[in-house]
T-cell receptor, first 113, second 114 residues
Framework: DVKVTQSSRYLVKRTGEKVFLECVQDMDHENMFWYRQDPGLGLRLIYFSYDVKMKEKGDIPEGYSVSREKKERFSLILESASTNQTSMYLC????????????FGSGTRLTVV | AQSVTQLGSHVSVSEGALVLLRCNYSSSVPPYLFWYVQYPNQGLQLLLKYTTGATLVKGINGFEAEFKKSETSFHLTKPSAHMSDAAEYFCAVSPSGNTGKLIFGQGTTLQVKP
């Protein structure tokens, strides 16, 4: 089975800090995604990447950036954390062939104080 | 633009009763449709998907969903609820042929009463 690992389960950061959320997959999938999940809003796409060094903005990219230097790793960066970025962050991968659907990591619950 | 609407943010059923979670979508092209389940403190897990072919799709844990193009719906059902079905459920749509970007509904929390 595909494994998607998010490095931290819980994080607490201070306002203004630069925050890195890491996601690593072990199955050579092309596409990787970062979503944030908030009650009543479902999952909203922040950024996605369909290849190394390639990135595309999702629906809510403001305040975020991403890095994909290697195929297996997709990092989400909060340049200057703010309290409205307190949320659950979910990483997902997709193998396009066969349209098997996403495989999700377990999520990182980030609290910005 | 594509969108997904899940009717009812909370659904409560008794153990053994029918589960019906509603999902309507809008898409300008034939869509791929998905249902995901999220148990507490976990990521999302694929329940079932519709891409092409048979419109009645069977998934894991006894769930199934029917794609109805005329109604733009993809409702999720299970004949008999089990306590372990208590979770949050997400419907999602992906326009066919794109990079795999999914658009999610708001989610429905299923409560199962003994």
């Amino acid at each position: 089975d595909v494994k998607v690992t998010q490095s931290s389960r819980y994080l607490v950061k201070r306002t203004g800090e630069k925050v890195f959320l890491e996601c690593v997959q072990d199955m050579d999938h092309e596409n990787m995604f970062w979503y944030r999940q908030d009650p009543g809003l479902g999952l909203r796409l922040i950024y996605f990447s369909y290849d190394v060094k390639m990135k595309e903005k999702g629906d809510i990219p403001e305040g975020y950036s991403v890095s994909r230097e290697k195929k297996e790793r997709f990092s989400l960066i909060l340049e200057s954390a703010s309290t409205n970025q307190t949320s659950m962050y979910l990483c997902a991968t997709l193998q396009l062939q066969g349209m098997r659907g996403y495989t999700f990591g377990s999520g990182t619950r980030l609290t910005v104080v | 633009a594509q969108s997904v609407t899940q009717l009812g943010s909370h659904v409560s059923v008794s153990e053994g009763a029918l589960v019906l979670l509603r999902c309507n979508y809008s898409s300008s092209v034939p869509p791929y449709l998905f249902w995901y389940v999220q148990y507490p403190n976990q990521g999302l897990q694929l329940l079932l998907k519709y891409t092409t072919g048979a419109t009645l799709v069977k998934g894991i844990n006894g769930f199934e969903a029917e794609f109805k193009k005329s109604e733009t719906s993809f409702h999720l059902t299970k004949p008999s609820a089990h306590m372990s079905d208590a979770a949050e459920y997400f419907c999602a749509v992906s326009p066919s042929g794109n990079t795999g970007k999914l658009i999610f509904g708001q989610g429905t929390t299923l409560q199962v009463k003994p």
